[in-house]
C-alpha cells in the first residue's frame, strides 16, 4: 500500500491543497533528481507527446485535459484540472485492462495522479466521449502489436502490476448468503469511525431531501427532512411496527422511534452497523423500541409474517440482484400486513449498464444491479403491491454527494489516518464521479411508496393520504 509521510513527494497531501511542500515548490521531481518542466505541447520526443499521439491515433481525439509525465514533460490544453503520471506503471495498469478499470487502478495506486478538480476532470472526459462517441475500441492483433512497441518506447513494458489491494475479490456464487456478506463486509466495516467523520451526526448513508421552501440546509438538516419524508409516508405512530430491511447505522429507525414513537426492527449484515445502533439505541434511551439482527433477509422467520405495519428498505434493493429480486419483494411482503405500507428508495439506471461501472463494481459496490425505474415498479405490481407514489430525487443526491466530498476533502488527513492512502483515494474518486452520474442523469433515484392490498384486492384508500412534499 502506497503510503503519505510528511515532506514526501510521491503523493498529494491533499487532493485540494495540491503538491507536499518540496512538490509544491519543484512539480516534477523523479528519483530525487528535479526535473525541468517542458513547455505544453513542447519537447520532441517527451513521454507527454508520445501518450497525446496514442491517444489520438487509438481513440481519434485530442487530450481533453492537460497531460504532465514523469520525464517532465506535458501536452494538451493548459492549466488545471490536469492528468499526472507518476511512473511508467500508469502506462502498464491500461496496457494490461484498457478502459475503466485500467485508469481505477492507476489512480487508486497514484501512479496517475490529477492535479486540480477531479469531478472537473471526469466531467470534460464523459462530455467528450458523449460529443464524439469515444469508447474503448475492439483491438486486433496488429493494434496490440502496435501497442507493444509504444509501450517499449515509453520504457513501460514489463509485468502485470498487481492490483490495489482495496480491489474487491467476493468468491462463492453469485448472490448466495455467503457471497452478499462478503461484499457487504468489504464496504461497510471500513469502521464506524470512518464513516462517522464522512456522514452527517445520524449516519444516513442515502439521498437526502432538500425540500424547495427557501430554507437553507445543512447535510444534516437534508437527512432529517428525508427522513421525516419516509415517516410521513409510511403514516407510522406509536401504534406502529416498522420492519427496516438494510437498516444501515440505523437513522431511520431511530429518528422513527425517536420522533413518532414507533417500535422499530432492522435487519443488517454488517456487524459494526450492528454494534452501532445498538450502542445508540441505548444511549437515547430507545433500547426498549429499537432492535436490531444480523441477518440476511432471506433469514426472516416466517412466523414474524405480517407482524409489520410498515416496511422500509432504503438504498438496499440495489444489493438484492436481478434474480433474487422477486424473492426480496415476496419477503417484504409476506412480513407486510394487508394494509400496510411499504417505501422503497432505491437508484435506476438504464438497461445498458445495470452495474455501477468496472470501478464501482471492483472497488464499491461489487455485484450492484440498477435498472430502469419502470421495471422496479413492474416488478412490485408483479409482487403484489400497489404503487401509489413515486417521487423523482436524483438532483438530491447531486447535493448529498458533493456534500460528502466537501467533508472528505476538508479533513482529508483524517481520512488518510483512518482509511489509508489507497482507500482514501478510492474513495475521492467514487465521491467524485457518483456525484458527476447523477448530475449528468446517469444514474437515478426515487422514492417509492406501495401498499399490500387487502385479500379482496382493497387498499384503505381513506389512510393513505400522502404528505404534501415539495419537489
Known amino acids: 500500500m ?9 503523493l498529494f497531501r491533499s487532493p485540494v491543497r495540491g503538491w507536499s511542500r518540496r512538490a509544491r515548490a519543484t512539480p516534477f521531481v ?65 496496457l494490461y485492462r484498457p478502459g475503466e478499470l485500467g485508469l481505477a487502478r492507476a489512480f487508486v495506486t497514484g501512479d496517475l495522479d490529477v492535479h486540480g478538480d477531479l469531478t472537473e476532470a471526469l466531467r ?30 515509453l520504457g513501460a513494458l514489463g509485468p502485470r502490476p498487481t492490483p490495489p489491494g482495496s480491489e474487491a475479490r467476493p468468491s462463492g456464487r453469485l448472490h448466495s448468503r455467503r457471497r452478499d456478506s462478503q461484499v457487504i463486509a468489504h464496504h461497510y466495516d ?45 403514516g407510522l405512530d406509536s401504534d406502529t411496527r416498522l420492519l427496516d430491511v438494510g437498516c444501515g447505522w440505523g437513522s431511520l429507525l431511530l429518528y422513527a422511534a425517536e420522533h413518532y414513537g414507533v417500535s422499530g426492527t432492522g435487519v443488517t449484515l454488517s456487524a459494526q452497523q450492528a454494534d452501532h445502533v445498538r450502542r445508540r439505541a441505548h444511549e437515547l ?24 405495519d410498515a416496511v422500509a428498505s432504503v438504498e438496499m434493493g440495489e444489493h438484492v440482484g436481478s434474480a433474487n429480486y ?11 400486513r394487508p394494509g400496510g405500507r411499504l417505501l422503497l428508495q432505491q437508484m435506476s439506471r438504464g438497461d445498458s449498464a445495470p452495474g455501477g461501472g468496472a470501478f ?18 413492474w416488478k ?36 488518510l489516518a483512518l482509511a489509508g492512502t489507497e482507500q482514501a483515494r478510492v474513495w475521492w474518486l467514487y465521491l467524485a464521479g457518483g456525484a458527476l452520474a447523477f448530475e449528468e442523469n446517469r444514474m437515478g433515484v426515487h422514492q417509492i411508496l406501495g401498499v399490500r392490498p387487502h385479500e379482496d384486492g382493497s387498499v384503505d384508500t381513506g389512510t393513505l393520504a400522502l404528505p404534501e412534499v415539495r419537489r
Open 30 to 94: 523523479r528519483a530525487g533528481r528535479i526535473r525541468k518542466q517542458r513547455p505544453t505541447g513542447g519537447g520532441a520526443g517527451g513521454v507527454a507527446d508520445d501518450i497525446a499521439a496514442l491517444v489520438e491515433r487509438t481513440l481519434g481525439v485530442e487530450l481533453p485535459l492537460g497531460l504532465s509525465a514523469w520525464d517532465g514533460s506535458s501536452q494538451g490544453p493548459s492549466g488545471n484540472p490536469r492528468v499526472l503520471l507518476r511512473s511508467r506503471r500508469a502506462v502498464r495498469h491500461l
Open 326 to 336: 422477486p424473492d426480496f419483494l415476496a419477503t417484504l411482503r409476506r412480513m407486510l
Open 380 to 415: 412490485l405490481e408483479r409482487a403484489g403491491f400497489e404503487v401509489r407514489d413515486v417521487q423523482a430525487m436524483r438532483e438530491h443526491y447531486v447535493r448529498t454527494v458533493r456534500a460528502w466530498l466537501r467533508t472528505m476533502l476538508d479533513r482529508w488527513d483524517e481520512v
Open 2 to 10: 502506497l503510503r503519505i509521510r510528511r515532506g514526501s513527494s510521491a
Open 124 to 153: 470534460r472526459c464523459w462530455a467528450l466521449g458523449r460529443r464524439e462517441g469515444v469508447t474503448v475500441p475492439r483491438l486486433g492483433p496488429g493494434h496490440w502489436w502496435g501497442l507493444v512497441r509504444d509501450a517499449a518506447r
Open 285 to 308: 434511551g430507545l433500547a426498549e423500541l429499537v432492535e436490531v439482527r444480523r441477518c440476511d433477509y432471506r433469514e426472516l422467520a416466517v412466523p414474524d409474517s405480517g407482524e409489520y
Open 190 to 234: 471500513l469502521g464506524n469511525e470512518f464513516y462517522g467523520l464522512l456522514l452527517d451526526p445520524r449516519m444516513a448513508y442515502s439521498c437526502g431531501y432538500w425540500p424547495e421552501d427557501g430554507t437553507e440546509r445543512t447535510l444534516a438538516a437534508a437527512q432529517e427532512a428525508k427522513l421525516d419524508l419516509i415517516c410521513r409516508k409510511l
Open 360 to 377: 464501482i463494481e471492483s472497488y464499491i459496490a461489487p455485484d450492484m444491479n440498477m435498472v430502469p425505474i419502470g421495471a422496479t415498479l
